[in-house]
């Protein structure tokens, strides 16, 4: 048998000692999978006195993770620290120039820094593995990473954040407020106490970076993602979609167009019978679209101690089986000084069209000032529905327009207008509509 594989965990948090503990409790059956033992030879947290389910008392405590990186008698640098600079940072780029394979769950740190890591790993013969930081637990980096060999994507889109789509499915289901789901969320864990970076599109935008880098070539470009949130989604929104036929999820979606490449994170209306469409609670699901495979979905458990631990060890696993002079494969597909710029892609009109409510004052002549924004701005408009307003509110009516085939620039622009005419009495609602998927 093989000399045993000898890691060390930086971070242990919730995802490290579940790790910790899937080797400990597995180490067997590992060994009989992988050839060889997998031993926690060294660890790294901020107090070494906190009890965290798991003894790694035979590890070696190393209070600064750069250290343990740099000279601990390891041959895998695991980092889940989390962070895109600091101790995660430098301590990945310590173990990289060390010689040694690094296994990450760290979206943010690859989204900022993959593609200068990635240049290190491949320069040093060494492995840097990321499957748990796309997706949680669904194997969607593998696959497109080894599994599509000849396969050209043309997109790649899904559901990337369980926190915002247990949101979102709960407030479809009971009816209850997005402020109330938020609430819930967090005291189950599924949301920070600062929920920003995720009810806002930011944990989405970092994953979808990281996907369209393997999908089409190019060097990661997070900053180039039109991105929004949730957090303005209310039960008008939920139960018009719903009479319309659809299901709001918020969706990050990258594609090739003629002109570059599309990337955008958004809430989207998805008819209710399509296959995303059932992807509910903290689930996420990526679709793939090639020109040999056709639509591939992948969809399970994406957050959590237990289905970022299985990505985790996959990815040690995958070291554990591979033998000295095996020739790793790009990280990110490709070689990264191969990764070519990424170039935004210009506006588009969007097939599925726009789902825009609008809450107005009640008076004459709004109605028509409205048709006349949209005419000035070339958008033809399938359905018009009125609805009054009732208690406190009477005042009001809410409006809610279907358009055909659009460009965002000019919804933006048409509802702008709207706005500046001082017809609005409440933020207008703007959502894309997908008509198949």
């Given at each position: ?11 242990l948090?919730?995802?490290?000692a ?25 660890v790294?947290a ?6 965290r ?9 190393f ?33 990289l ?8 769950a ?33 194997p ?46 967090q005291?189950?864990?599924?949301a ?24 089409f070539?190019?060097k ?17 929104d ?8 659809y ?9 090739r ?5 599309e990337?955008r ?7 209710t ?33 237990n ?10 696993a ?11 494969g790009?990280?990110?597909g ?7 710029p990424?170039?935004?892609a ?18 004459i ?16 408009l399938?359905s ?10 009477a005042?009001q ?10 460009t ?7 509802v ?13 609602q ?8």
């Amino acid at each position: 048998m093989a000399e045993a594989l000898r890691v060390g965990i930086a971070g242990l948090g919730t995802v490290g000692a579940s790790v910790a503990r899937v080797l400990r409790d597995k180490a067997a059956e590992l060994t009989r999978q992988c050839g060889r033992d997998i031993v926690v030879s060294a660890v790294s947290a901020r107090d070494p006195k906190r009890d965290r389910g798991v003894d790694v008392s035979a590890a070696k405590w190393f209070d600064d993770p750069v250290k343990m990186a740099q000279i601990a008698d390891i041959d895998v640098f695991i980092e889940l620290i989390g962070g895109d600079e600091g101790p995660a940072r430098l301590s990945v780029k310590a173990a990289l120039e060390a010689g040694r394979h690094v296994v990450t769950a760290n979206k943010a740190l690859l989204a900022k820094h993959g593609v200068a890591l990635a240049e290190i790993a491949e320069k040093k013969g060494v492995l840097l593995n990321y499957e748990a930081a796309v997706a949680g637990g669904i194997p969607v980096i593998k696959t497109m990473r080894e599994a599509m060999a000849g396969n050209s994507v043309n997109r790649v889109f899904g559901i990337l954040n369980g926190t915002c789509n247990y949101i979102l499915t709960r407030m479809e289901a009971e009816g209850i407020s997005f402020d109330a789901c938020l609430k819930d969320a967090q005291r189950l864990g599924y949301a920070e106490a600062d929920p920003t970076f995720d009810i806002e599109g930011h944990d989405t935008a970092h994953k979808l970076s990281i996907l369209t880098s393997l999908a089409f070539g190019t060097k990661i470009a997070a900053n180039d993602i039109y991105m929004e949130g949730i957090s303005n989604i209310t039960q008008a929104d939920i139960r018009a979609a719903g009479d319309l036929g659809y299901r709001i999820k918020l969706l990050g979606v990258a594609q090739r167009t003629e002109s570059g490449i599309e990337q955008r994170v958004h809430p989207t209306m998805v008819p209710t019978a399509s296959v995303i469409a059932q992807v509910h609670g903290v689930t996420n699901a990526v679709a793939i679209e090639t020109d040999i495979l056709g639509e591939l979905l992948l969809s399970g458990p994406g957050a959590g101690g237990n289905a970022t631990a299985s990505a985790v060890i996959g990815d040690i696993a995958d070291i554990a089986k591979s033998r000295p002079g095996f020739q790793h494969g790009p990280v990110f597909g490709l070689p990264a000084k191969e990764l070519r710029p990424y170039k935004k892609a210009q506006m588009r009109s969007h097939a599925g069209g726009y789902f825009i409510r609008l809450t107005v004052h009640d008076r004459i002549g709004v109605f028509a000032a409205i048709a006349k924004r949209m005419a000035d701005n070339d958008i033809s408009l399938e359905s018009i529905v009125q609805h009054a307003v009732s208690g406190e509110a009477a005042a009001q009516k809410t409006v809610i327009l279907v358009s055909h085939e659009t460009t965002e620039a000019a919804v933006r622009k048409a509802v702008d207008g709207i706005t500046k005419d001082g017809h609005l009495t409440d933020k207008p609602q703007v959502i894309r509509i997908e008509r198949a998927g």
